[in-house]
């Protein structure tokens, strides 16, 4: 009993460090599911899932040879008796106990390794030329620490500066233990004759260790980083590699401790070393500014894009008779991304049934056409950047997935599948609902099922993208690689490392808020913005548990008013405005990581002003599900918002959404209440409260979320234009009757049932298991139907809602007619606004693409130009128009606008028919003066005449439309003076409301 005691207490740090390893390894979910996977069955003998699960089983065997193996030699000498016998056990069982042989090959190997730096130093002739070659090696290891790249620097492949910083400290402390040696061993001496020898020799096989083992996980991290070797070695072993390498080097430090504290008698070395860990695990701050940037702007710089007029133009280039969505993504690590891009890749797959666009020209419209506005947090931030900065476009299939064995992914997606399909629906749901998206998920599968039997001939028209789609393919990433990379580098965090993965891996390095999505080449940003959905990534305050809000891009600072009016609890802010007078730049990749700064796993994010003002503290940020993990409140607030703010579009987009039928989609992939597990029962006492505190957050922000929707439905209510005390009663009645414009619908992954706590969830990691994907995928399976039928009913009650809505003109002419000269006005503004960018921007020398994404870009504006004329048809003459301007002068603006934007830009729409300027010229006057202008030369020139002075003009009264909104109407009067003293304008006009000629 003492031998034992005595045997423990000289080995305690090693095997603390001994159980915890293992306990991690094969307890911790987020770390089981990184290796463990189920065998394949039998009858995949002949498919590439059955080879490399096996393959990746050896792998897994060897790693855990090797390092057990480590564990064992490192901290002690491998006597030359054990080596015989370990030799001589390999000679004679061979292959016949696989486990035996495997582990004496890997002290053999892990022996050679470890005695190289002793053996070569006992080589190296004369104290004088050690000291030497240590002094050599810490200078070029000191230099390339002071004066090498950077800690995240990625060439020649992504986080290669991590390598380069851990290589140049290894060889630095190699030139200090070769320092050591040159001067505690005399001339001819040799490490086993010194005093010092143990402690001199231990340190050398542990540099001979680790330089091994991590040279290994970097030949790892290459091939699952650089292609065609990514198609054979992945981020799932690199990262299960480096999980291993951790738990060694911590165990052979544990090891180590307890050796010296053996052999050095003057110190108690393990106190001290305890002490030490404690402290620097107490007193650790994470860096300032490690992962936010500012960028001011400079001086003639194009202004940067705001978020309102990105969203005012999101909206105006959507058809009138078409919904505009909503969407707020909630967060949940790899589970939400991957379940947010399912959502995505079907609404940009999905066409809308009132068709919109030419066949002939241009694909139909999807419903992520209408898409107007996103909210996201953490996980399901990550798709949402990824699919707008892709245009929110349809991605490309792909014939192999690059992230999951395609044949595994399939054949567990269908046992998911039939899982899910045998369980009871929910109380909220009845038995038909339940068997319709059940028969909905069979087809699906029977699709991919299909796809996959062709030899990868997949088509965009089924529904084998559920599989194939690069994009849902590139968010199943084994993102914890990274995370772990950032971990095992120092001055790397963990989030830093993380975020440049993004930016290599997705090509992100350009997008910035300040900048816009990917904005082309010269300065054409502020007018391409336009053409993507206002994003908005949701982040917490520290300190005051508040909303932050990262506008893609920025959000006026005032957005938020209401908010911060009300006392009970801090305000929301835009992290672009957070200080006076600078502007937070952030980037596409550093937004997203903020939004999903989980605790713990993530060092707090401190943003600090540039230059310290009284009262402006530094600010801590972490992930936005601590505040809402739903997203909803964002833009509950933002719609709030929008009569608050003192930006001029704000009211605009009021009354553009109040005559909108509205889809406020969520997709909720947050994780849910869950029965107590056996772990939380063995330790109830620390754990249950945990817990309840938990479930309790979850109904509390439930509750919460159902409000926020419900008053935002309230707010954009079409009746809200219409609701005045002088109503008669008929009209109140007819205002009680108006439909609801908005419709909430919400896709789940994860499902809550009282009647069934005990459901399996998918988990909550940066990384999934190929079970958790395809339970991801059986899950979406389960809520496609769903949501397909949600969708078509919105689309089949869409013309009743027009009925309504022109029912409700016809009710209230005044209010009607009052609506539709503000929409003329706001119209003429917003049109106007883009002479303001066109002044700031250089079209030259643009690619193809390019100019097809600023005719896309161009189009709200376009549409707006010709919507404001058509307007000035529908409304009668009154007074209150004609004060502002005739419908004849709303035609001429609106000709003169588009002649002038096809000048400045002639690629932002297709060029007249002919080449011939004068016939070009002609068909303007054509639509001045009517179909009879080519029989009369002489009005035709006078015609044409008028309309290039009204575009001088135009052209010059740009900065006055800059400085004030009724700079317009200052040039229309001096139009209409001018027209009047014209030649020209002697001749009768045409009827534009009848569409009547002069004599």
């Not at 030419?358 to 798709?383: E, K, Y």
């Not at 989030?495 to 300040?514: E, Y």
């Not at 988990?763 to 949501?787: H, S």
């Not at 909104?965 to 030649?983: C, I, L, P, V, Y």
């Amino acid at each position: 009993m003492r031998r034992a005691t005595n045997w423990v207490y000289r080995n305690l740090f090693f095997l603390i460090a001994a159980v915890i390893g293992p306990t991690a390894i094969f307890f911790v979910p987020q770390v089981f599911n990184v290796w463990y996977s189920e065998p394949p069955p039998s009858d995949t003998f002949a498919t590439g899932w059955f080879w490399l699960w096996w393959a990746f089983a050896a792998f897994l065997l060897v790693a855990a040879m090797f390092f057990a193996a480590s564990v064992y030699l490192v901290p002690r000498a491998y006597t030359r008796r054990a080596k015989r016998k370990a030799a001589r056990r390999v000679s004679l069982h061979g292959a016949g106990n696989v486990l035996v042989t495997l582990f004496d090959l890997a002290c053999l190997v892990v022996d050679r390794a470890v005695t190289f730096p002793a053996a070569a130093i006992e080589r190296v002739a004369g104290r004088a030329i050690r000291i030497a070659i240590g002094a050599v090696l810490c200078a070029v290891a000191a230099a390339w620490l002071l004066f090498g790249p950077a800690v995240d620097y990625g060439w020649p492949y992504s986080l290669a500066g991590a390598f380069y910083r851990n290589g140049a400290w290894w060889i630095l402390v190699l030139g200090l233990w070769v320092l050591g040696c040159g001067l505690l061993l005399g001339r001819g001496e040799k490490l086993r004759d010194n005093p010092d020898r143990p402690v001199l020799v231990l340190v050398g096989r542990f540099l001979a260790w680790i330089a091994l083992t991590y040279l290994a996980a970097e030949l790892l991290w290459i091939g699952a980083n650089v292609p065609p070797l990514s198609q054979v070695v992945t981020l799932r072993a690199y990262t299960l590699w480096m999980i291993l390498h951790v738990w060694g080097v911590a165990t052979v430090v544990a090891a180590s401790l307890d050796f010296a504290d053996a052999h050095i008698r003057l110190l108690p070395v393990r106190i001290v070393a305890f002490v030490a860990i404690v402290a620097v695990f107490l007193v650790s701050r994470p860096p300032a500014n490690s992962d936010v940037f500012h960028i001011a702007n400079a001086a003639g710089s194009p202004t940067p894009p705001d978020g309102l007029s990105q969203l005012e133009a999101r909206l105006r280039g959507i058809p009138e008779n078409e919904p505009v969505v909503f969407v707020a993504a909630s967060g949940g690590g790899s589970r939400a991304a991957i379940f947010t891009s399912l959502v995505y890749e079907f609404l940009a797959r999905r066409p809308l049934a009132t068709g919109g666009g030419d066949a002939a020209t241009s694909p139909p419209r999807t419903w992520a056409d209408n898409i107007v506005a996103i909210s996201s947090v953490s996980g399901g931030s990550l798709a949402t950047a990824h699919f707008v900065e892709r245009d929110a476009k349809a991605s490309p299939l792909r014939p192999r997935t690059e992230n999951a064995i395609l044949e595994e992914l399939i054949a567990r997606f269908e046992k998911n599948l039939e899982q899910l399909a045998a369980q009871e629906p929910d109380a909220t749901e009845d038995q038909a609902t339940f068997a319709k998206a059940r028969d909905r998920a069979r087809e699906l599968l029977a699709s991919v099922k299909q796809s996959a039997a062709s030899a990868g001939d997949a088509s965009d028209a089924t529904d084998a993208w559920v599989v194939r789609s690069s994009f849902v393919d590139d968010m199943g990433t084994n993102f914890m690689a990274p995370i772990v990379r950032g971990a095992t580098t120092t001055n790397l965090p963990r989030g830093q490392a993380l975020g440049r993965f993004w930016d290599d891996k997705f090509h992100w390095h350009a997008s910035a808020n300040v900048r816009g999505f990917a904005p082309p080449s010269g300065d054409m940003a502020p007018l391409v913005a336009s053409s993507r959905p206002l994003v908005v990534f949701n982040a917490c305050d520290v300190a005051k548990g508040s909303r932050i809000a990262i506008g893609f891009p920025p959000l006026p600072a005032d957005v938020f008013a209401l908010a911060a009016k009300e006392t009970t609890r801090a305000a929301p802010f835009e992290l672009a405005h957070r200080y006076a007078g600078e502007t937070v730049g952030v980037t596409l990749s550093k937004a997203v990581r903020l939004s999903s700064n989980f605790p713990w796993a993530f060092h707090p994010t401190v943003v600090e002003p540039l230059e310290a003002q009284s009262g402006e503290t530094r600010t801590l940020i972490l992930d936005g599900g601590i505040a809402d993990n739903t997203g909803i409140d964002t833009l509950f607030e933002l719609v709030r918002g929008l009569s608050a703010t003192s930006h001029p579009t704000g009211k605009r987009i009021l009354r553009l959404l109040r005559r909108r039928q509205i889809v406020f989609l969520e997709i909720d992939s947050g994780s849910k209440p869950s029965p107590p597990t056996a772990l939380s029962q063995a330790f109830a006492v620390v754990l249950e409260p945990i817990q309840a505190l938990d479930n309790a957050a979850y109904t509390n922000a439930d509750h919460a979320k159902q409000q926020y929707v419900h008053e935002v439905g309230e707010f954009l209510s079409l009746k809200r234009d219409f609701e005045s005390d002088s109503l008669t009663p008929p009209q109140r009645d007819a205002l009680r009757t108006v439909p609801a414009n908005i419709t909430p619908i919400t896709v789940r992954c994860n499902h809550f049932s009282l009647e069934h706590p005990d459901r399996n969830s998918v988990m909550t990691a940066w990384a999934l298991g190929p079970n958790d994907k395809a339970n991801v995928l059986a899950r979406f399976a389960f809520e496609l139907g769903r949501l397909e039928d949600a969708l078509a009913s919105v689309e089949r009650v869409g013309p009743d809602f027009l009925t309504a809505k022109n029912s409700l003109y016809k009710l209230f002419p005044e209010q009607a007619e009052n609506l539709l000269v503000a929409e003329i006005e706001s119209g003429q503004q917003f049109a106007n606004s883009l002479t303001a960018k066109l002044a700031q921007a250089d079209p030259k020398n643009l690619s193809a693409a390019e100019q097809q994404r600023i005719a896309e870009a161009i189009r709200p504006y376009q549409q707006t130009a010709e919507q404001v004329a058509a307007v000035a048809n529908q409304v009668e003459a009154s007074g209150k128009l004609e004060s502002k301007l005739s419908p004849d002068e709303l035609k001429l603006w609106s000709h003169t606008w588009q002649h002038t934007v096809q000048t400045k830009l002639p690629q932002a729409k297709p060029p007249p028919a002919t080449n011939d300027a004068a016939a070009a010229d002609v068909e303007w006057a054509r639509a001045l003066v009517g179909p009879n202008a080519a029989e009369s030369p002489e009005e035709t020139a006078r015609a044409i005449e008028q309309l290039r002075i009204a575009g001088r003009k135009l052209e010059s009264s740009r900065r006055t439309v800059e400085r004030s909104n009724e700079g317009s109407k200052a040039w229309f009067d001096e139009q209409k003076t001018h027209r009047a003293r014209s030649r020209y304008d002697a001749r009768p006009r045409p009827d534009v409301r009848s569409g009547a000629q002069p004599p």
